[in-house]
């Protein structure tokens, strides 16, 4: 389990992740919604300076057959946003957790963190399922 | 309640995710969508697609019956070819598109799509005139093998000389030791045959094909690739590019509609539509900016509304965003521009030839 769900992340139950750096958080998809997307052929990301809300939309993951809503874990301020996947949106197949991140936004409540799942609680979010 | 096609627990075997397809239990993929495209385009996929219907109709006058039903003439193919059709109602709009097999003058074989069958069946029973249709639906499983590979998988496999079954021809034989209806057609724009054989000899018949095939790297392909494949050749797909609030001259079908056959159902509104002229026609587009089209989305020109997405995909051969849809005619020539409607956002797209992918 350990490689797929890395444990010094957060987890929503909408399966994106967050790496907490400070007031900084990278958010991405985590590699069970890689795999049940299926090849990801185009990812609509929001604009740097924009705001985004926690439980609610800021982008879409389309695969090849499907369009999925990206939701925000956090709410905060888009600082940056992974230009990289217009080129090579398989790259949240290939690396999730890595080179495949979508966003960094600058946390406007850092508190929210503490609503997150952490590794373990995700994993039996798996399981349950 | 869901049916289950004979290879069902073949497929669950090979790790395919399966989902609900019209009521069937299908692979949508096995491992991947674009690595089972690229298999079919570089060498050979095999596709369940058992759950297609199959009717038949044998005597004295089949030809002539089926004749007044479809769109295509069989009068004018021989014994062993097939012919792809629109199975037309009044209006000249689609009950179904269809693949008719020519035995002989008296047993014409159809096969017909899985969200039709029923419809289909129904409909032939009442507007036959002459020999009645028999439903074999569940007397045949059938297995598309396809790919530039294809061919010589199933020769290896079979007695029957495959080179002398040229496209839209069939034969039947042994594949594996496995009785079957050897058709070399299929839905992807590949060389290919599909197989059609008894639902008990499905197994037998896709393991050999598996096997036999590991040297030519074949791949097992779900409804991902399907659709995507297709969907690169526009080859329409019912309930999506093909329905029937649209007709066949319309769906840009006009190859498969002769008006010079005495008659058949739908011709007289297809002759006086062709005479009024045809105001809208399914298109194949390419995005010029970004995201990707798909089935429903409104096409727009100058901020206003002119027509609708029926497919759309990222090609994975053709590696851009395309689409089919209709528009009105004046918006159909090639390097035509408009907008697709993609969450709000007025997306540029032009007009393209198509197929969208060309063999290299």
Redesign the interface.
Known sequence: MADTIPGDLKYTKEHEWARVQGKVVVVGVTHHAQESLGDVVYVELPKVGSTVTEGKQFGVIESTKAVSELYSPLSGTVVRVNDALADNPSTVNTDPYGAGWIVEVELSDPKQVDALMDATAYANLLKSA | MTRRTPLNEAHRKLGA?MVDFVGWDMP??YS????EHEAVRTAVGLFDVSHMGEVEFRGPGALETVNALISNDLARISDGQAVYAGLLNEQGTFVDDIVAYRFSPERIFICVNSSNREKDFAWMKEHAKGVQPVDRGDEFAQIAVQGPKAAGLVQRLTKADLSKVGTYRFTEGEVAGVPSIISRTGYTGEDGFELYCSPDGAVKLWDALLTEGQQDGVKPCGL?AR??LRTEMKYALYGNDIDDKHTALEAGLGWIVKLDKPSFIGKDALVAQKAAGVKRKLVGFELTG???P?HGYAIHKDGKPVGEVTSG??G?SVKK?IGIGYVPAELSAEGSTFDVDI?GRAVPAVVVKTPFYKKP
């Open positions: 995710r949508v993929q991947s969508v674009i690595g991902g659709d995507s970004n995201g990707i798909r995909t990222m994975p965003p969450r």
